[in-house]
């Protein structure tokens, strides 16, 4: 089975930087389109990124321009990098795998089967 490991996450200035990372274990990740999504205090979980078997990538408007999200093979593992981050980047944030048949990037959260535990990311003011 799938397993899904969110870390790197932490307490930051506004417009510093953070790398989280997503570990996999009990399967290869190549095989999973894997999203990145938040939940704010009070709010709804939202997608932020996506990244497909193939190597297409999506971001939310929100975050275009600031947020990168990358795989490491040898690691089994997706990152996202956050630079100049902002207040509102407050949140717990949540890697996901959809099932292995899909392949196509998407950032709704109910198109994904697996998730991690989420880990927290706050920006002070």
């Known amino acids: 089975q799938l397993h899904l490991v969110e870390s790197g996450g932490g307490l930051v200035q506004p417009g510093g930087s953070l790398r989280l990372s997503c570990a996999a274990s009990?399967?290869?990740?190549?095989?999973?389109?894997i999203g990145w999504f938040r939940q704010a205090p009070g709010k709804e979980r939202e997608g932020v990124s996506c990244i497909s078997k193939t190597g297409i990538i999506k971001y939310a408007d929100s975050v275009k321009g600031r947020f990168t999200i990358s795989r490491d093979n040898a690691k089994n593992t997706v990152y996202l990098q956050m630079n100049s981050l902002k207040p509102e980047d407050t949140a717990v944030y949540y890697c996901a795998a959809r099932a292995r048949v899909f392949r196509l990037c998407v950032t709704n959260l109910s198109n994904y089967d697996y998730w991690g535990q989420g880990t927290q990311v706050t920006v002070s003011s």
């Open positions: 009990g399967d290869t990740l190549n095989y999973y389109v």
